[in-house]
């Protein structure tokens, strides 16, 4: 194909023709004093203008037909027509195979998969679709997906711009949970992909229920054991005194571990609703307070900020468990001298509680992990200041039950803030005798 500017210099030839028959007959009309050589040349080329524009109509009708043959800037404009529609021929049967490629994959997966385009109708799904979500393998194409699979869940993430994550139970099963998430291929398509992670969370449950049990079985015997030591402690002989203490403080771990996983289970599988209220931050806070500076035994320097305007509406022993780890860990991790900070601010855009020490602080790779089940990030510091490995984690769960979320800022040697920040909807005003 010539570049566009000899495309354009050939387009201005083939105008040159019948400008130099107009200008003829005009020079003849005006010699012989009349209009007739003019009209009968304007008449003739407007007739020659209706004829090909008549068989150009005729043609589009069927291009994959050879163009009608033609002289001048007609021809031109044919070829161009023909060559224009035979490569977008070509993308076309390229995009068809690729969408026949992508069909014939997709129909394969176990799991269902649905196209829909930027109005959320279903253009095309796998069998697996009709399988699981009830969907007519023909019937469906062209329906709105809001109108065929109803769940709550699933109608809020629509809503919400099919943006992170959302799991729904199948419409004939109710033992199959599926979890949802959109790839968006271009402006006008997203595609759909149901993961079937019900084995999953029945592996989780065994864990969980696993953990809970082993746990609520080790705390009976390792409080027989604890009041034994004891025993030996105060009666037994000099030579033993050691070997009594080390038991002691050991039997003291397993058990503060018992009673984190005993408090990470419950929190993991109970919810909150039915235990929520109007629970008064000034004295909560006071009564943490007071509890840190025990655990501290004046090793450090702790201060308080507290806004007693706004209250939190929530499970109070939740609420307790997440901000009481929150304050043990500061006093674990900051040397004796240091200073720790405990503030609670609330306004229009919701709460924040937020503890600051001048501790040891927290490599940068690490802070992403450290919610995780016994992460830890030395495990020797984590021996010698008594920690389990499941405070943070704890955290997590009672603030995601409360719709809060956790901000982690630290460096190495500069000390750490953490920050849990609740939504606006979960303040209160403070009732005053309350808070007094």
Request: proline residues 5%; hydrophobic residues 45%.
């Amino acid at each position: 194909m010539p570049p566009p500017a000899a495309q354009g210099r050939k387009v201005k030839r083939h105008w040159l023709a019948p400008l130099l028959v107009v200008a003829t007959a005009a020079l003849a009309a005006h010699l012989a004093g009349s209009l007739l050589p003019i009209t009968a040349v304007l008449a003739a080329g407007l007739f020659w203008e209706l004829l090909q524009s008549t068989r150009l109509a005729r043609w589009l009708e069927n291009p994959a037909a050879n163009p009608p043959r033609a002289a001048g800037r007609w021809r031109h404009l044919f070829n161009r027509v023909f060559h224009r529609l035979h490569h977008l021929e070509k993308e076309l049967r390229a995009r068809e195979m690729l969408l026949e490629a992508f069909q014939t994959a997709t129909a394969a997966f176990p799991e269902p998969v649905l196209l829909l385009d930027d109005k959320e109708v279903i253009q095309w799904y796998n069998q697996a679709a009709a399988l699981h979500l009830g969907l007519r393998l023909k019937g469906d194409r062209g329906q709105f997906i809001r109108h065929l699979i109803r769940q709550p869940a699933f109608i809020a993430w629509l809503d919400g711009g099919l943006e992170d994550l959302a799991e729904i139970e199948s419409p004939l099963d109710p033992a199959i949970t599926f979890r949802v998430s959109c790839a968006v291929l271009d402006r006008h398509r997203r595609l759909l992909l149901f993961r079937d992670i019900s084995e999953m969370q029945q592996a989780e449950a065994m864990r969980r229920d696993f953990v809970a049990n082993v746990s609520h079985e080790l705390r009976t015997p390792l409080t027989v054991l604890a009041g034994y030591l004891e025993t030996l402690g105060e009666d037994g002989a000099l030579e033993l005194a050691p070997i009594v203490q080390r038991m002691r403080d050991q039997s003291s771990l397993m058990q503060h571990l018992i009673d984190d996983l005993i408090e990470l289970s419950r929190l993991q599988t109970q919810g909150i609703t039915g235990r929520e209220r109007q629970v008064a931050m000034a004295p909560l806070i006071a009564q943490l307070v007071e509890r840190a500076e025990e655990l501290s035994g004046g090793r450090h320097t702790i201060t308080c900020d507290a806004d007693t305007q706004y209250d939190l509406y929530a499970a109070p022993g939740d609420l307790e468990s997440a901000f009481g780890n929150l304050i043990s860990n500061a006093v674990r991790y900051t040397p004796a001298g240091g200073n720790i900070a405990i503030a609670w601010r609330a306004g229009s855009g919701g709460g924040a509680f937020s503890v600051h020490d001048t501790g040891i602080g927290i490599p940068e790779k690490d802070i992403p992990r450290l919610t995780e089940r016994f992460y830890r990030v030395a495990k020797d510091r984590s021996r010698a200041s008594g920690g389990s490995g499941l405070g943070l984690s704890i955290v997590k769960h009672a603030l995601n039950a409360h719709q809060a979320t956790l901000e982690i800022i630290s460096r190495p040697g500069k000390g750490s803030t953490f920050t849990a920040r609740f939504p606006a909807h979960r303040l209160r005003f403070a009732n005053r005798r309350q808070s007094a």
